[in-house]
């Protein structure tokens, strides 16, 4: 089997430069990386990263907990996320718990038996789930980080998204377009994601003096995952526009459904924008493809990735950070599904 010193005999270069180059030092010039990484290539050197661990008390392996993937939100995320680790000598574990408390125990526990440095979790979860004792006595101190989440814990960071603002903010645009009677077609309040998106439709509604009318509005009380169904926004939204009057606009909790309530209204030949105003929420890629294009507050889930896993690199260098909490606010993109030109 290959060794570090057959690889620093043949690049001409100590042992100690080979164990730079294999974990990513900065202090390594390019031109001695790049001759040490050619070397390594030709004698198909692999380093053992438990092995490796074992002298720098890290495993360069970052746990990363899924709820699921139906939602483009969270591959968008993990895409920017792994970016960044694998630039900087790090590896993924990935495992899905598919919104079940076992599943997700489970995984911790595999997670803590492979000696991961950090474990990540992106996307909501339950209030009942907020506490996140049972991963910190399985392990330790390992950083926790929560992706689109707010954990009220001293030991883990949170990076999120104001959802409650990207929602106001598409209300109020719906408002400012000359709306008053808006739809709201919702996840599951009782995930933080969804509840937050509708305070921020209510805070729109009431700042501009309009009632909220429960007939407009609708959302999930079981699986969360059908909140990524489009089929299921096509039954709410025929539901909703037996209202008498209907609605003349929409707001949907995520594009996916809004893609499901487009295809009601042109079956339904309403057309949109004109009689019907439609925003979404991501900005996932299918938004700007489908007729007409979606207006939707984009939550920017690769950058989104991206700053977590420079978080990460940072944490695993210097230490624990103070700041626990990093929020952004999403942008609103407006596109041709709500742009009427008489309301």
Do not use: W
């Not at 050197?45 to 939100?73: C, D, V, W």
């Not at 000598?89 to 990935?94: A, F, I, K, Q, W």
């Not at 718990?97 to 950090?118: G, M, P």
Request: net charge positive.
């Amino acid at each position: 089997m290959t060794s570090i010193k057959a690889i620093a005999k043949m690049a001409g270069v100590s042992t100690a430069t080979v164990s730079r180059v294999v974990n990513n030092h900065p202090s390594v010039s390019e031109r001695t990386r790049k001759k040490v990484k050619e070397v390594i290539l030709a004698l198909d050197y692999h380093p053992n990263a438990l092995a490796r661990g074992l002298k720098t008390r890290t495993s360069k392996t970052i746990g990363l907990l899924l709820p699921e993937i139906q939602n483009m939100f969270i591959p968008a995320v993990t895409f920017g996320l792994e970016e960044v680790l694998k630039e900087n000598g790090y590896s993924v574990l990935l495992a899905y718990t598919f919104y079940n408390d076992d599943e997700e125990r489970r995984s911790v526990l595999a997670f803590a038996q492979r000696k991961i440095d950090a474990l990540v979790h992106i996307g909501t979860r339950e209030y009942a789930e907020k506490k996140t004792g049972f991963m910190t006595n399985v392990l330790g101190n390992i950083p926790l980080f929560f992706v689109n989440d707010l954990i009220p814990e001293e030991n883990a960071y949170c990076i999120y998204n104001d959802e409650e603002e990207g929602a106001y903010r598409a209300t109020k645009y719906l408002i400012d377009q000359g709306h008053t009677k808006i739809a709201f077609i919702n996840g599951n309040p009782f995930y933080t994601s969804y509840f937050n998106k509708r305070r921020g439709f209510l805070r729109a509604l009431d700042e501009a003096g309009l009632c909220f009318n429960p007939s407009f509005y609708t959302d999930y009380k079981t699986n969360l995952q059908d909140v990524y169904q489009p089929a299921e926004a096509y039954e709410l939204a025929k539901k909703i526009m037996s209202s008498s009057p209907p609605p003349t606009a929409f707001f949907a909790a995520s594009d996916l459904l809004a893609v499901g309530l487009v295809k009601y209204l042109h079956e339904r030949k309403i057309s949109i924008p004109d009689k019907c105003s439609v925003v979404g929420f991501d900005n996932i890629p299918i938004a700007q493809h489908i007729h007409p294009p979606l207006t939707t507050v984009d939550q920017k889930p690769r950058e989104l990735g991206r700053f977590t896993g420079r978080l990460i690199i940072k944490i695993m260098k210097d230490g624990p950070l103070p700041e626990k909490c990093y929020s952004f606010i999403p942008t609103l993109i407006i596109r041709e599904s709500s742009e009427r030109k008489e309301v």
